[in-house]
């Protein structure tokens, strides 16, 4: 049968090339997208899922300042097809193996009028989804091409309920609370940042974002016109140099970032895709083995008030040494006075040694992470730095504070890790726009923030346990998010204060479910030493993994619960987060092999504080109960006893 569909695809796009209309059909024939030039000489599309309509989109639409617009008088010249089928071994993996399978055609455009300008549409149909891109060819006249607005738009026929974070503005750290709503509801004020996550019919959600953001300024999505109800249009980061015109200037050829929609029949579909990554280069890095995932202590920024010194520096190194963690992130100030002229981050500050710290971190076995606040890298030698970085034996980086996500920021941005890369340091952006894949082509950056993570604790009641429910089908869909899990200080949502002391108004098992569900290579542990040593679940902080070979999601729905099974090697561990309801799930253990199976849990006590420790015997025919409190979850793994 799938060999069946597969020829008829192949046949039905090469008889589409005679065709003013272009169709490209996914590889299992459920996803499709029809392109076509209208009356007016404008590009449009249409995607379908399972033979229902999903959205319209306006493709080739450009403003530019240095040039006609490009919108409409644009007729199809030619197209080509190919299939892609390709499998990948990620770096830092969610699965063992990447499969890149799709069908792809590229549309030949041209204008009837002057300029007649060249152009081609690249389009890809997955078996989740939907990617395009435009590429840019001629006249070249040695004209740069001065973008002032990319016109993009994604129409849907009538309302849906959508998940939408409103950064207001383009200096942000897109740290947002993805609010339910109705594309009605979006006003044209908001600055809706992506992913945007779609419920367009009863089984099918869809997420739009963007991969490969090279040399261009990151996407956001606005309110069409009030004439479009139920349409979105995409515009770009500004430059914040007041001197340059327009927000994209590059020369010919070049093409756009691909503008992606993933397309799933459950929520959790669009969390199993891996179509952000698959189109980005491959690994640029030749041997990248000494990329180590693992989890990381944190100083005591977020359980108190940050104390810059030797001692209490050492108690988050022997944090890490005690329970395996590979890392600990020595934070702001280390190097005194940041985002300053006067600042060095080459030297740290006259009341901690690092030459010290580093080999006290090497007795144990621990490597330190360093934070950098951006502009004071900025205003250094980078090569000179890492250079000096790998001689201390430092594993990677933190920088902070970037806010932006213009062409000359994105281009910064990959920058700073191609260098890092040269000398072998990790790299974990704060203050970050979401991630667009690059993570494939340069994997030492191992993660990012760009996320409304628990920090925001310490000063606000934002990060409710519908919010935790309502990451994983949001901003995790583009990529890993270094949200810090693991606040030991669990409260009810009633009994939540805003204190130091940092609380959470989650229950323990649901600080431990955070580690499986939320992709983070590098997974930050936010709390106290003193918060974890002979606590209940500090031993499955001390066994879990941040790299999987395996990902499954078990069930959710978005801002309500969600369920997910990882696999690292032989063992299995499962995580569960719950909203602000009680909720009991059973789950099947089918996805587990043949054999018996020892499942430690960790589950809601009488207390949120309070984790209960059980142990059973299952197999893969077994289901288990999971009984959650409000703000609850549940954690476990499973091991085989054969």
């Known amino acids: 049968m799938k060999k069946s569909i597969i020829i008829f695809t192949i046949v039905f796009l090469a008889i589409n090339r005679l065709c003013a209309q272009q169709i490209v059909v996914s590889p299992n024939g459920k996803i499709k997208f029809t392109i076509d030039a209208v009356s007016d000489g404008a590009i449009v599309g249409k995607i379908t899922f399972n033979n229902e309509g999903v959205l319209n989109t306006q493709l080739a639409d450009f403003s530019f300042n240095n040039q006609p617009d490009l ?100 200096s942000s750290p897109q740290e947002s609370f993805f609010y339910k709503r109705n594309l009605s509801d979006i006003n044209p004020k908001m600055l809706v940042g992506l992913p945007i996550t779609i419920q367009a019919s009863e089984k099918c959600f869809v997420a739009i974002t963007e991969a490969d953001l ?82 990381s202590a944190w100083d005591n920024w977020f359980s108190n008030d940050v104390k810059m010194e030797e001692g209490t520096i050492k108690q988050f190194i022997d944090l890490a040494s005690e329970m395996t963690w590979p890392y600990m992130i020595v934070d702001w100030q280390w190097y005194g006075k940041f985002n300053s002229s006067q600042a060095d981050i080459t030297k740290s500050a006259p009341q901690i040694n690092m030459q010290n710290l580093l080999a006290y971190a090497k007795s144990k076995n621990v490597r330190l992470i360093l934070w950098l606040y951006w502009t004071d890298v900025n205003r250094s ?112 949502p009633e009994d939540f204060k805003i204190q130091s002391p940092t609380n959470t108004m989650v229950t323990r098992s649901n600080s431990l479910a955070q580690f499986v569900v939320f992709d983070s290579p590098l997974t930050v542990a936010c709390d106290h030493p003193d918060n974890y040593r002979g606590q209940v679940g500090s031993d499955f902080l001390a066994k879990v993994k941040t790299t999987w070979d395996d990902t499954k999601v078990i069930n959710g729905a978005v801002g309500e619960y969600i369920t997910m099974a990882r696999r690292t090697g032989k063992t299995w561990f499962i995580g569960a987060l719950n909203g602000s309801s009680k909720k009991t799930l059973n789950i099947k253990l089918d996805f587990l092999g043949k054999g018996k199976f020892k499942l430690v849990s960790y589950e809601d006590g009488l207390a949120p504080d309070k984790a209960v420790k059980k142990e059973q015997m299952v197999n893969n025919t077994s289901e288990v109960k999971l009984v959650m409190a409000a703000g609850g979850g549940y954690a476990a793994y499973i091991q085989s006893v054969n």
């Open 71 to 170: 919108k409409n008088n644009l007729v199809i010249s030619g197209s080509s097809t190919k299939t892609v089928n390709e499998e990948w071994i990620p770096v830092l993996k969610r699965f063992e193996k990447v499969k890149n399978y799709c069908n792809e055609i590229t549309i030949d455009l041209q204008e009837k009028a002057f300029p007649k300008r060249k152009l081609q549409i690249i389009a890809r149909a997955y078996d989740d989804g939907i990617a395009y891109r435009t590429r840019f060819l001629g006249p070249d006249n040695g004209l740069e091409y001065n973008i002032r607005e990319e016109n993009s738009a994604f129409n849907f026929s009538g309302d849906r309920t959508c998940w939408v974070a409103d950064h207001e503005n383009f």
């Open 214 to 295: 090279t040399d261009y300024a990151g996407m956001y999505l606005k309110k069409a016109d009030e004439n479009q109800e139920f349409s979105l249009r995409t515009t770009l980061s500004p430059s914040v140099d007041s001197a340059k015109i327009g927000k994209v200037t590059r020369k010919l050829p070049f093409n756009t970032p691909w503008r992606v929609v993933i397309i799933g029949d459950t929520p959790g579909k669009l969390i199993e895709s891996e179509m952000v990554t698959n189109l980005n280069p491959p690994c640029a890095i030749e041997d990248p083995s000494w990329i180590k995932p693992g989890i």
């Open 381 to 492: 030698d980078w090569e000179k730095v890492c250079a000096l970085y790998e001689k201390w034996g430092v594993a990677g980086v933190k920088i902070d504070f970037m806010n932006r996500d213009d062409q000359e920021m994105v281009n910064w941005y990959e920058r700073i890790v191609k260098t890092a890369a040269k000398h072998k340091l990790m790299v974990d952006f704060h203050g970050a726009y979401k991630p667009t894949g690059i993570r494939r082509t340069y994997p030492n950056l191992v993660t990012r923030e760009g996320v409304m993570g628990n920090e925001w604790n310490k000063w606000s009641t934002m990060i409710t346990p519908e919010h935790i429910c309502t990451l994983p089908f949001t901003r995790m869909v583009a990529g890993p998010m270094d949200f810090t899990p693991g606040c030991f200080e669990n409260r009810t």
